[in-house]
C-alpha cells in the first residue's frame, strides 16, 4: 500500500481588509468585545465589485499549491473541494475549478462538512492515494462568508467571527516510510445540526415559501449558532481528536512539533494548547487576523506556518478542526 503526503500548499484571501472597528459602522459592537471573546482583530471579506467567489480564490491558492508541488494542472488525477458557501446551490465547486484551471476530465467531489472540512477532504484524498487510485490530489478548502452574513446588530453574534478566503494542498503518492499522512480520525454528531446551521432556503422550506411567508424576523437564510454551546462541545471534541490521533500512532503530546488547530476561536485554541502543554512555538494561529474562515481555515494556517520555515522535514504535525454538523476530526503528518 502507498502513502500519501502533502508535495504543495498554497493560499489566497481577498485584499480588502475589514477590522471590527469597520463592523462598528453596520452594527452594535466593538473592537475589544470581538478580541476579548474570539482574539479577532481583523478579517477579509471580498469586495463584491471584484467578482471575487470561493471558486475564484479556490482557484488563485490552487495555482500555487500545483505549481509548488512542481507539477502542471495535467498531473493532477482528482479534485476534493470542501466548502459551505458554494458559489451555486449546484452544482459545486469541485467542476467549476476544474474548468476554471482548464484540466482535463478528471473527477471532482465536493465536501459539505463545514469547519471540519478540509480535515475529511485530506482523509478522502488520503484512502485514494493509499489504495494506488490516484497520484495527485488537488485538496481545497474555500470560503466567501461574507456573501452570506447579516451585516447588522441581529447578527453580530455570528457575523464578526467569519472571513473570506482558500487555501489548497497537492497530496501526492509516496513510497518515503513513515512520511506523510500517518492516520485520519473523523466523527460527526447530528443531533446537534441544528446548534450551528444554516437552515434555508433547502428543500424543506424553498425561496417561494420564503418569499410567501414574507416574515420580517425570518432569520432562517442566516447562519444560526448557539455559541456556548459550540464552544463547550469543541473544546472538548478537539481534545478527543487529537489525542485518539495521537494514541493511534503511539505518539506522546510532547512529540507535536506543530498543531494547526481550525481557527475558530482564538479562547478555544488556547484551550487546547494549555491542556497539552505545548509551547507557543509548537501551536499555529492566525485567526486574529483571517477571522474563521471555516474550511479554509486549517489550510490557510497550515500554509503561512510552512511558508514562515515553522514546519520542517520530519516534524510532526497535527491538524483537528470542530464545526457545524456537528463534525470533528484530527489528521496527523510526518513531514
Ligand atoms: N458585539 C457585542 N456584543 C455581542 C456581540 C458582538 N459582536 N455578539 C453577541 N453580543 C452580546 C450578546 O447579545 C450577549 O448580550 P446579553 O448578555 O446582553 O444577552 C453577550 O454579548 C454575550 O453573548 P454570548 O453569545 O453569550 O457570547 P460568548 O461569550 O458565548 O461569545 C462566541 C460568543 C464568540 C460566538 C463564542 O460563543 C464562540 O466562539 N463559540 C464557538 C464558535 C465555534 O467554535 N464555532 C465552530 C466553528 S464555526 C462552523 O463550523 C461554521
Not at 478580541?35 to 488563485?60: F, H, L, Y
Request: net charge negative; proline share 3%.
Amino acid at each position: 500500500m502507498y502513502s500519501s503526503k502533502i508535495t504543495g500548499l498554497g493560499y489566497f484571501v481577498p485584499d480588502n481588509v475589514v477590522t471590527n472597528d469597520d463592523l462598528s459602522q453596520w452594527m452594535d459592537t466593538n473592537d475589544e468585545w470581538i478580541q476579548e471573546r474570539t482574539g479577532i482583530k481583523e478579517r477579509r471579506w471580498i469586495d463584491p465589485k471584484t467578482g471575487e467567489t470561493t471558486s475564484t480564490m479556490a482557484v488563485k491558492a490552487s495555482k500555487i499549491a500545483i505549481e509548488r508541488a512542481g507539477l502542471t494542472k495535467d498531473d493532477i488525477d482528482f479534485i476534493i473541494f470542501a466548502t459551505l458557501s458554494p458559489d451555486m446551490y449546484f452544482p459545486g465547486g469541485g467542476v467549476r475549478v476544474q474548468d476554471m484551471l482548464d484540466m482535463p476530465t478528471i473527477g471532482a467531489l465536493d465536501v459539505r462538512n463545514q469547519c471540519s472540512g478540509f480535515i475529511y477532504s485530506l482523509s478522502v484524498a488520503d484512502q485514494f492515494i493509499k489504495t494506488g487510485m490516484y497520484k495527485n490530489i488537488l485538496v481545497i478548502g474555500a470560503e466567501n462568508h461574507s456573501g452570506g452574513l447579516e451585516k447588522s446588530t441581529r447578527g453580530r453574534g455570528v457575523t464578526v467571527i467569519f472571513g473570506d478566503g482558500a487555501g489548497a494542498a497537492v497530496l501526492s503518492r509516496t513510497e518515503e516510510k513513515g512520511k506523510g499522512i500517518l492516520s485520519s480520525h473523523l466523527h460527526s454528531e447530528g443531533k446537534h445540526a441544528k446548534e450551528l446551521a444554516l437552515e434555508g432556503p433547502a428543500t424543506q422550506r424553498w425561496v417561494p415559501e420564503i418569499i410567501a411567508e414574507n416574515d420580517p424576523n425570518d432569520v432562517s437564510y442566516f447562519p444560526y449558532m448557539n455559541g456556548q454551546f459550540v464552544f463547550k462541545h469543541a473544546v472538548v471534541r478537539f481534545s478527543e481528536a487529537i489525542v485518539e490521533g495521537l494514541q493511534a500512532n503511539n505518539l506522546q503530546k510532547e512529540d507535536i512539533d506543530m498543531l494547526i488547530p481550525h481557527q475558530a476561536n482564538l479562547r478555544i485554541a488556547q484551550f487546547i494548547q494549555k491542556k497539552f502543554g505545548l509551547p507557543d512555538e509548537n501551536v499555529y494561529n492566525n485567526i486574529q487576523r483571517y477571522g474563521n474562515t471555516t474550511a479554509a481555515s486549517v489550510i490557510i494556517a497550515l500554509t503561512e506556518a510552512w511558508e514562515k520555515g515553522k514546519i520542517n522535514d520530519g516534524d510532526l504535525v497535527v491538524l483537528a478542526a470542530f464545526g457545524s454538523g456537528f463534525t470533528w476530526g484530527s489528521v496527523v503528518l510526518r513531514w
